[in-house]
C-alpha cells in the first residue's frame, strides 16, 4: 500500500493572484503502519531463509515381504506350469483322440455290450419269430448301432469336459497362492503409503504455516481503509501536515519484500 499525493492547483478568485494549494495523502494510520513495517520485515525473513524444503524421507512405501513372496510364488507356479504344458497337451490330445488308450477305455464297454448282448438279442428274438434275416432284424440292429454310437460319442465328450476342467482347476490352483499373497502384501503396502502420505502432508503444513499466517496477517492490516489528511495553503507555499519520513520507510520496505532487495 504505497502513500499517494495529489496536489491541485488553483488561481483564487476575486483579482487575487495567490495560488491555493491542496494536498491530500493516503497514509496508514499509526497503528496500523507499525503493523506493516513489520508484517514486511518478517517477509524479508522469510524470503531470506530460503527456497522451501523438499520432503526428506522416502515418498514410496517399501515394498513388503508378502508381496516378495508372492512374486516368487508367481515364478515358482510358471515353472511348473511350463513343466505341466507339455503333460496336459499330452492329456487333452488323448481326450479327443478317438483311437488313443483313453478313448478306447471309454468307447469300448458301449461296442463290447453292442456285441455280446444287445446284437445276439435281436437275432435270438428274430429266430424265435421265424423272421431271421428280414428287415425288420436289420432296422432294429441299426437302431442299435445308432443308441451305441450316440452314447458312446456323449459319453467321450463328458471325458473332454472333464479333461478341460481339471486343466483349468490345476492352473487355477497353481496360481491362488500367489494371489492371495500378493493381495495382503498390497494391503500392506497400502497403508504404509497412507502413513508416509500423512507424514507428507504434516512437512508440508509445518514448513507452509509461517508463510500462510504472514499471508493472513498482511491480508487483515491492508484491508482496513487507510486515512485521508488534507491541507490546504494559499499563497504561493506548499506544506503538508503530514510527515512522510515514516512513508517513505513503509515503501521502501513494501520495494522489499516484491523484490527490491
Known amino acids: 500500500m504505497i502513500p499517494q499525493q495529489e496536489n491541485n492547483m488553483s488561481g483564487g478568485g476575486g483579482g487575487s493572484n495567490s495560488p491555493t494549494y491542496t494536498t491530500t495523502i493516503n497514509e496508514p494510520f499509526a497503528g496500523q503502519r507499525e503493523a506493516l513495517l513489520e508484517a514486511f520485515g518478517m517477509a524479508n525473513q522469510a524470503f531470506d531463509a530460503g527456497a522451501d524444503r523438499y520432503y526428506p524421507g522416502s515418498e514410496v512405501a517399501n515394498q513388503s515381504f508378502n508381496t516378495a513372496t508372492a512374486q516368487q510364488l508367481g515364478l515358482d507356479a510358471a515353472g511348473v506350469q511350463g513343466a505341466l504344458g507339455m503333460g496336459a497337451a499330452n492329456a487333452l490330445n488323448a481326450a479327443f483322440d478317438p483311437l488313443s488308450a483313453q478313448s478306447r477305455a471309454i468307447t469300448d464297454p458301449f461296442v463290447a455290450d453292442l ?127 503530514v510527515d512522510l519520513g515514516g512513508l517513505a520507510g513503509l515503501g521502501l520496505a513494501g520495494a522489499s519484500l516484491f523484490g527490491g532487495k
Not at 428274438?125 to 441299426?142: L, V
Not at 486343466?167 to 496360481?175: E, F, P, Y
Not at 499466517?213 to 491541507?231: A, E, F, H, P
Request: a neutral charge.
Open 115 to 241: 456285441q455280446a448282448k444287445i446284437l445276439p438279442g435281436i437275432g435270438s428274438q428274430a429266430i424265435q419269430q421265424g423272421a431271421y434275416g428280414g428287415d425288420r432284424q436289420r432296422i432294429q440292429e441299426q437302431s442299435a448301432v445308432t443308441a451305441t454310437t450316440d452314447a458312446a460319442t456323449k459319453a467321450m465328450l463328458a471325458n473332454q469336459q472333464n479333461a478341460m476342467q481339471n486343466l483349468a482347476g490345476v492352473q487355477s490352483g497353481l496360481l491362488r497362492p500367489a494371489a492371495t499373497v500378493s493381495e495382503i502384501g498390497a494391503q500392506q503396502e497400502g497403508y504404509q503409503q497412507d502413513l508416509i502420505n500423512a507424514d507428507i502432508n504434516r512437512f508440508k503444513f509445518e514448513q507452509e504455516a509461517p508463510q500462510t499466517s504472514l499471508d493472513r496477517l498482511i491480508s487483515r492490516i491492508t484491508g482496513i481503509n487507510l486515512g485521508n489528511v488534507s491541507n490546504t495553503t494559499s499563497g504561493g507555499g506548499q506544506s503538508s501536515g
